[in-house]
């Protein structure tokens, strides 16, 4: 008899994804399935399963042929979606790459609900808050507002599941992730960005003046906290900050790391990006500091164990 949980986590072989997936196979109870396109994922990011519980499938979600028979070879329990175009940059060179999205978030919940999932966990973004007009940024209170294509398809996301919700009985746990940071994330995110010129001596570029403020989580705070949600009644059909909540500035930042990789980079400003580098991040994590058993990592604390495992660069 198969007493086996299974869990499908989409965008599996991304930073955040493949961190979760990790988490997940520890436990021999749980037979991952990972699928990812590898558009910006990769499968050397993927942990190696010591109780032979994971299995990876190239495949797109946004093309229902192509995950459907995924759902209905494994017969899932839970689902994290995650799969995603992320990064400021890249998804607003990609406007139309990025409401591509809008189908996989489809097809992830029709299948869902007609293969008896019990619940789908779903990556949405600390961009849904657009500029936001209190802090901190509280899950119930804060108005949506912003206008860029990645925070609209993630809002609409959370639309999605709450719509499946009320009328399939489909249910969720959302995550609006503020910035997640550690080894093994892309080079294109800020804090790899700010490493990678510092440890080579090249020039660190801040748009504008660097005033501008982000809250840095270091990845295991996030992973553990949205396990300990994945699973638990009390965080069900519930949208959860999942950050830090202390504020640094960009410049800051790029100070601090010139510093611990003793480097010898200088700062140079650019001018600002017209749209998309909001003023400031400060979530409401009171949800978030309730699911976990630990204090929050430091963010020197955390860039120096990144820096200890520099595997995330390239």
């Known amino acids: 008899m198969n007493n086996k949980t299974n869990i499908l986590v989409t965008g599996g072989a991304g930073f955040i994804g493949s961190a979760i997936t990790e988490k ?6 749980n037979f991952v399935v990972v699928v990812d396109n590898l558009q910006t994922g990769s499968k050397s990011k993927l942990p190696k399963a010591k109780n032979n519980n994971l299995k990876f499938i190239q495949c797109d979600v946004n093309h229902e042929d192509e995950i459907t028979s995924v759902f209905h070879t494994f017969s899932f329990d839970y689902v994290f979606h995650y799969a995603a175009l992320v990064g400021v940059k890249r998804t607003l060179d990609n406007p139309v790459s990025v409401l591509n999205d809008i189908d996989g978030i489809r097809n992830v919940l029709n299948l869902s609900k007609n293969t008896g999932v019990k619940r789908v966990i779903y990556s949405s973004s600390s961009e849904v808050y657009g500029e936001p007009v209190e802090y901190p940024q509280n899950e119930e209170t804060t108005p949506l507002n912003s206008r860029l294509p990645y925070a609209i398809v993630k809002n609409i996301g959370e639309a999605f599941l709450k719509s499946y919700k009320q009328e399939f009985g489909l249910d969720y746990t959302i995550f609006r992730f503020f910035n997640t940071y550690g080894p093994k994330q892309a080079k294109d995110f800020v804090i790899s ?14 748009y504008g003046d660097g005033s501008q403020t982000r809250t840095f989580c270091f990845i295991e705070n996030n992973i553990n906290a949205c396990i300990n949600a994945a699973f638990g009644e009390e965080c069900k059909n519930k949208t959860i900050n999942i950050g830090n909540n202390i504020e640094t500035s960009i410049l800051e930042l790029a ?23 909001m003023t400031r ?15 929050l990592i430091p963010l020197e604390e955390g860039l120096k164990k990144v820096l200890q495992n520099t595997s995330f660069i390239g």
């Not at 997940?24 to 109870?29: E, G």
């Not at 003793?262 to 600002?272: E, G, R």
Request: charged content about 30%; glycine content about 4%; proline content about 5%.
């Open 24 to 29: 997940l196979i520890k436990d021999q109870n």
């Open 193 to 206: 960005k700010f490493i990678n010129a510092a440890l080579n001596n090249q020039d660190i570029t801040v």
């Open 255 to 277: 100070e601090l790391i010139i510093k611990l990789t003793d480097s010898t980079s200088q700062i140079k400003h650019l001018p600002p990006l017209e749209d998309g580098d």
């Open 281 to 295: 991040r400060n979530p409401d994590i009171t949800i978030m500091k309730g699911l976990l058993n630990e204090d």
